[in-house]
């Protein structure tokens, strides 16, 4: 699959890019990781669209990680997998069913509260992640200029301010706070993708939907912009309300 590279915009530029693995004697890595199905799904299009990604993004190589929807194995297995590959980003992946666009996540917040059971039957209940943890942390990637990346390519994309209290949101709070006291250096955060189509033809109730393919070009797009953009700049994208 060829995806087209990211444009320069707003101070981002991709061409340093091939020089900066030269010069530091070994590639480039970004770490994509996407959950299982669950909520009694047959698919998760965020693997789904990870499964997908070229072998190499910018000239980075790509790593693909399937996360178990489990809140006791989440974020062990991508800090496992952080410690195996030294990535320099990490792109966490998890569906936001009911969203009509690929919604790169500004924070995470220090709070557990499933509507539904993971898939082992844990489901805690107004629980902060962390006792002793910070009250949130904000994405390390570029996730403006990633949104707007996404949509030059005419994909729908937009900022989102909330990951939810379940799965997704405490896997991103937990690799960040991993990341915060031993790599700091490392970009890492979360994109939400929507439900697939065919999801939504099964679901039929008129759920806003999207390709895989479109989903993976929006996942490359996202490493391309992460890999040479400084967190976080470009054009407002906040809400009034």
Do not use: W
Not at 180 to 208: D, M
Request: with cysteine.
């Amino acid at each position: 699959m060829r995806f087209s590279t990211a444009r320069k915009a707003n101070g981002c530029s991709p061409s340093f890019l091939k020089y900066y693995s030269i010069i530091r004697g070994y590639a480039m890595r970004i770490l994509y990781t996407g959950f299982d199905p669950f909520g009694g799904e047959a698919v998760n299009p965020a693997y789904e669209a990870v499964k997908r990604l070229p072998d190499t993004v910018a000239g980075a190589e790509v790593i693909r990680l399937e996360v178990p929807t489990e809140f006791a194995r989440c974020a062990e297995t991508v800090t496992a997998a952080i410690e195996q590959y030294a990535p320099d980003a990490v792109i966490l992946v998890g569906q936001a069913g009911g969203r009509a666009a690929v919604t790169p996540e500004f924070v995470a917040i220090n709070y557990k509260d499933a509507r539904i059971p993971d898939n082992v039957g844990t489901q805690p209940v107004n629980e902060k992640i962390r006792p002793e943890g910070p009250a949130a942390y904000f994405s390390k990637l570029p996730v403006r200029q990633i949104a707007e990346g996404i949509r030059r390519a005419g994909i729908p994309s937009a900022v989102s301010y909330t990951a939810g209290t379940y799965v997704c949101n405490f896997l991103m709070y937990s690799v960040l706070d991993y990341l915060a006291a031993r790599y700091p250096h490392i970009q890492a955060g979360f994109i939400h993708v929507p439900y697939a189509r065919e999801q939504a033809a099964r679901l039929n109730n008129g759920a806003p939907c999207l390709d895989i393919e479109n989903m993976a070009q929006a996942l490359c797009i996202a490493g391309e912009v992460t890999l040479s953009c400084p967190p976080d700049t470009g054009a407002a994208a906040g809400t009034v309300c």
